[in-house]
């Protein structure tokens, strides 16, 4: 699955970083990031790695929708 993050719509509340430590960090200002990459907006992950299951929770539960996946085919 391709994993993206919207930074422009992200309000810093937490639920990602708590649901997926592994995957999300924040910026000095709480705005999420991918914690083994900031600097990118995008990343795979396995469908069926844990944290790809850690990561949909992180989409379903992001209040703003700052988070997209996309199932690749």
Do not use: H
């Amino acid at each position: 699955m391709k994993l993206s993050i919207v930074p422009e719509k992200c309000i810093a509340c937490g639920l990602c970083q708590v649901l997926a430590p592994a995957i999300f960090d924040y910026t000095d200002n709480g705005i999420v990031l991918f914690k083994e990459n900031p600097n990118t907006l995008s990343l795979e992950l396995e469908d069926k790695n844990l944290t790809g299951n850690d990561a949909m929770a992180a989409y379903k539960e992001c209040p703003t929708r700052a988070i997209i996946i996309e199932k690749q085919k």
